[in-house]
């Protein structure tokens, strides 16, 4: 027989608290005194979904929006604004890199958006990194252990870091393969540990979902797609669904698509348009396109913001057009 003191399982004889492990130095914490601490709740950064210390990314196709809308939540977290619908609590310290608009692009929407907005960002709380500002244009290579350094030594004052894009910001390593991200993904946890929020912007693939590999959306808290709508024509400028891909911890209102719309006025600056919802046409093809991917009526229904019967309903509604 096992003597009591010997058995790793006795009662008693393992503490409830923390402790570090002797081999390891890993924390090993009791379920039961887990659940009883008093842990505050995440600080809302943008309502309703960015939060302090977390994962982020925002992919489109080339010339759908990215750098507007990320410019435009870059100005409404630093000046405790408000865009399309999102609220910024309070204002925060944001550091935007660019790594690939021409210099006059960049201010002419940063004016734009000021003006638009008529809200001007306290010193000190909105300051970036372009591409087009650095001498012969060059950059730090954030696929590299140098060059993950020399971009966390200017992170510290600053509370969210937006990186535009990764492909001008990454060189090295496969782009389709896990061990490309690793890298990137270790360095930005250790930053999200210092108490850092970041948003990755990045390209999608001809597939529509985020180009390479899908391990890059793994440790993200939220993941926003970008998609034009099906008759879109040029000259409407930057119009665009907004549609979220992950949302951990959020469903509802909260991340049911709608259509942002930007017009671009001289004088006024950018003038942003919020459509709630989506016509029948566009909401059919999310729903073919979750259900191709193995999610439930109830699922796609979150996900698109409306009810299980309704997303039953708009199917058989196709279903009947089609043989018709």
């Known amino acids: 027989m096992m003597d009591k003191a010997a058995n790793p399982c006795s009662k008693g004889e393992i ?32 309502q309703p979904w960015l939060t302090k210390d977390s994962l982020s990314m925002v992919y489109a196709q080339t010339g759908v929006g990215k750098t ?14 408000d865009f399309i619908g999102w609220k910024a609590e309070s204002p925060v ?6 790594g690939e ?29 372009a591409r087009s500002e ?21 992170f510290e004052p600053f509370d969210v870091i937006i990186l535009d894009n990764l492909s001008a910001l990454v060189t090295g ?27 990755f912007v990045h390209h999608a693939g001809k597939n529509s979902s985020q180009r390479g590999t899908s391990k890059r959306t793994d440790l993200m808290d939220v993941v926003i797609k970008l998609e034009r709508k099906s008759d879109y024509i040029p000259e409407e400028g930057a119009t665009f669904r907004i549609i979220f891909d992950k949302a951990r911890s959020l469903y509802g209102d909260a991340v049911a698509p709608f259509t942002a719309r930007l017009t671009d006025c001289k004088h006024k600056g950018q003038i942003w348009e919020r459509v709630n919802g989506m016509d029948d046409d566009e909401d059919i093809a999310d729903i073919l396109r ?3 991917e193995g999610k439930t009526l109830a699922e796609i229904g979150e996900l698109i913001g409306c009810d299980k019967s309704t997303v039953s309903r708009k199917l058989k509604r196709s279903k009947q057009t089609e043989a018709a």
């Open 15 to 46: 503490s409830m608290k923390s402790y570090p492990n002797e081999d390891t130095g890993l924390v090993v914490t009791d379920v039961l005194d887990f659940v009883r601490k008093n842990l505050p709740p995440r600080t809302y950064l943008l």
């Open 68 to 81: 507007h809308l990320t410019l435009n939540i870059a100005h409404a977290l630093a000046t405790g604004g």
């Open 93 to 98: 310290r944001v550091l935007y890199v660019d």
């Open 101 to 129: 608009m021409a210099m006059d692009d960049l201010q002419g929407r940063m004016k734009a958006i000021i003006r638009g907005t008529g809200r001007e960002p306290e010193p000190g709380f909105f300051k970036q990194i």
């Open 134 to 154: 650095q001498f012969e244009g060059n950059l730090p290579n954030l696929y590299s252990h140098d060059g993950q350094k020399a971009f966390s030594e200017h």
């Open 173 to 199: 390593g496969s782009e389709n393969e896990a061990e490309g991200w690793e890298p990137i993904q270790q360095w930005s946890i250790k930053e999200r540990a210092k108490g850092k929020t970041i948003i």
């Open 290 to 292: 979750l259900q191709s």
